[in-house]
């Protein structure tokens, strides 16, 4: 028995403390499960709260949403999972990557290069734009294209000034979680427009929205890995480097197979993210790949009072990821998150 | 120990290339529409206008008022998330009995969408047919304005977010209870310091970096709030309960007045970073003294 655990009264009182907290926390999900199994009548009618006791439930509000005729629920329930499962796949994959990099190998960026990038991804999409007068897209993908390849070349170079090393990297990746995500919703959506004026379509596509999901679940994947990675003892890869394996097979066949349970956590994680999102399925799709947040959330101003319609909607996004709240729980327990803080 | 390998490149340039993508090609096409008047409805070919977008925007009362409504539902809600995910954390960090089901019950809420919780918050609240008001009446406080008075608006929307976002605190909070190290308590035991000594002596100096990690990461989301304002109120009654990331969403889509609402989106990422700064300055002290 540990020192801290608590004795006699105090024990109930955190008890009773807790419960109360549970009330609290379960009541709103138990209203909407039981709302999703009432008639019109039943709910206009004034609260009630126990099924076969209070009300009689009935399955209309389902056979309704199910059936289709009140919107497109089927196909936004796979939009959003083929969003959700792709977009946290891929952020998994290319952020674990990134992430052992940041670990075991060495950056070094010029504080000159990086500043140099800046300066002419400014300063290349201004004078494109206005002196030149091509259009706005492609003067962003010449201004970026040329900003890159100098910062790169000039990162060759003996600069003066400050160097950066992983941990500048980690720190900036994870600041663009800082950034309010309006300004980068709203200029992705005009940018993606103006894509679309050359040709190149992204508002209202799977590629649009998925990659904007992947940049934005990077920062967190990258956080959560570095920590799960740098936990791993080392010996294990040196005595294969002696082996002279190369180093994509040591993070494949090694590293990979020995971090399954933070990968699976990351992954989760990000999954949860993706499909809750409501901000960037807001600005970018309109239709055809709308995300199920935006159909639950338009359920309100469509349908006024509908409760018992809105409550199986509402139910349809939440279920999947309560699913995984259990099988994450597991995770929890095993003190993987405990890393994630330090 | 960090070593070299061309290979480096291959794993890190995805991550980078994708993130540099995203993030600078808005930060260049934002930052200098911000300086310029455009709008698309109705169409008026672009004109540079220097600050005018920005001094406009800081004489708009408006402005100021979204501002101060985001910062108070940010900081009750925030407080009122720290001291009760605190409490939580140390009662499960206690063993309290039922601690298990505790653990995966309060994790819950935060994996709900924002916008289905929304949804369930306008049922239990609804002013004629829900449980809440139900429960008031028995108080003798019948059909009480909770979405569509300023006031209870507001500490609607603030308990909403507590509802949702207390788990993270509890989550990350517990995870650095338990990283304490035991024979600091075995000695405060037997100097036999009270419980509540043992709290203001031990554990919540040692949680303090932790506590200021939270929170400021909690501020910071919590700044951004769209989704749950946008479901619940519409930012109504009038403007009352409009967010800074609602306000920025009305101006751009409803209006189409692109450079105001860049130069909108730019203030606000200026005002989240002061926020920001100020808050670990005042911090900081603190853990340089605890450290």
Redesign the interface.
């Known amino acids: 028995m540990s020192v801290r655990t608590l004795k006699g009264n105090g024990r109930w009182w955190a008890l009773a403390g807790c419960l109360l907290w549970l009330a609290f926390t379960f009541f709103p999900l138990y209203w909407v499960a039981i709302t999703s199994f009432k008639t019109p009548l039943g709910v206009v009618g004034g609260p009630t709260y126990i099924p076969f006791v209070d009300f009689q439930p009935s399955l209309s509000a389902w056979r309704e949403l199910l059936s289709g005729e009140r919107g497109q629920f089927y196909n936004t329930f796979i939009a959003s999972t083929i969003i959700g499962l792709s977009a946290s796949l891929i952020a998994t994959a290319v952020g674990s990557m990134a992430a052992y990099a940041l670990v075991r190998f060495t950056f070094r960026v010029k504080l000159l290069s990086a500043l140099l990038f800046v300066v002419v991804a400014f300063g290349g999409y201004l004078i494109c734009y206005n002196i030149f007068r091509i259009g706005q897209a492609l003067s962003l993908i010449y201004a970026f294209l040329a900003a890159l390849s100098l910062a790169v070349a000039s990162s060759r170079l003996r600069l003066p000034g400050p160097v950066l090393g992983n941990n500048d990297i980690v720190f900036w990746f994870v600041s663009q979680r800082m950034f309010p995500p309006i300004v980068a919703a709203f200029a992705l959506f005009l940018m993606y427009t103006e894509m679309g004026k050359i040709g190149l379509k992204l508002v209202d596509t799977y590629v649009g929205l998925t990659f904007a999901y992947i940049a934005f679940s990077l920062p967190i994947v990258i956080w959560l890995m570095r920590d799960f990675f740098e936990a791993l003892p080392i010996e294990v890869e040196e005595a294969a480097m002696v082996d002279n394996v190369p180093s994509w097979r040591i993070f494949i066949g090694i590293v990979l197979p020995m971090s399954k349970p933070g990968l699976i956590a990351t992954f989760m994680i990000t999954l949860a993210f993706v499909w809750n999102e409501f901000l960037f399925a807001l600005f970018l799709t309109h239709s055809k790949w709308q995300t199920l947040p935006i159909l639950v959330a338009g359920q309100n101003s469509q349908r006024g009072d509908e409760w018992w319609a809105i409550s199986a909607a509402a139910l349809v996004a939440i279920i999947p990821m309560v699913i995984m709240a259990g099988i994450l729980s597991r995770f929890m327990r095993s003190g993987l998150l405990l890393g994630a803080i330090k | 120990?960090?070593?070299?390998?061309p290979?480096?490149h291959?794993?890190?340039w995805?991550?980078?290339l994708?993130?540099?993508?995203?993030?600078?090609?808005?930060?260049?096409?934002?930052?200098?529409?911000s300086f310029m008047s455009l709008r698309l409805v109705p169409p008026i070919p672009p004109r540079f206008v220097g600050f005018d977008n920005y001094t406009a925007l800081l004489q708009n009362p408006r402005f100021w008022h979204v501002a101060w409504t985001t910062s108070i539902i940010a900081f009750i809600a925030v407080a009122l998330q720290y001291v009760?995910g605190f409490?939580?954390a140390?009662?499960?960090?206690?063993?309290?009995?039922?601690e298990?089901l505790?653990?995966?019950?309060?994790?819950?809420?935060?994996?709900?969408?924002?916008?289905?919780?929304?949804?369930?918050?306008?049922?239990?609240l609804?002013p004629t047919?829900?449980?809440l008001?139900?429960l008031m009446t028995i108080f003798g406080f019948p059909n009480l304005p909770f979405l569509t008075q300023t006031k209870w608006a507001l500490g609607a929307i603030i308990a909403v977010e507590v509802?949702q976002w207390t788990p993270f605190v509890i989550?990350?909070l517990l995870?650095?209870l338990?990283?304490l190290p035991?024979d600091v308590?075995?000695a405060a035991?037997l100097e036999n310091a009270s419980?509540w000594q043992q709290f203001w002596g031990i554990t919540f100096p040692m949680m303090l970096p932790?506590s200021v990690?939270?929170v400021f990461i909690r501020l910071?989301e919590s700044?951004?709030i769209?989704?749950t304002v946008?479901?619940m109120t519409g930012g109504g009654p009038g403007i009352s309960t409009e967010t800074?990331?609602l306000f920025?969403?009305q101006e751009?889509?409803k209006k189409f007045n692109?450079g105001y609402?860049?130069a909108l989106?730019?203030l606000?990422?200026i005002f989240?970073?002061i926020i920001?700064l100020v808050y670990l300055a005042i911090l900081k002290p603190y853990l340089e003294k605890h450290k």
């Open positions: 120990m960090t070593r070299n390998d290979i480096k291959v794993f890190i995805p991550a980078l994708i993130v540099l993508v995203i993030s600078i090609f808005p930060l260049i096409y934002s930052l200098t529409t009760i409490a939580v140390l009662a499960l960090n206690a063993r309290v009995p039922g298990g505790f653990r995966i019950g309060f994790l819950l809420p935060m994996l709900v969408a924002p916008v289905a919780v929304a949804l369930i918050a306008r049922q239990v609804n047919m829900g449980p008001n139900e509802w989550l990350m995870a650095g338990q990283t035991d308590y075995e035991a419980p932790i990690a939270v910071i700044y951004k769209i989704d946008f479901v800074l990331t920025a969403y751009g889509f692109l609402t860049s989106s730019f606000f990422l989240i970073t920001g």
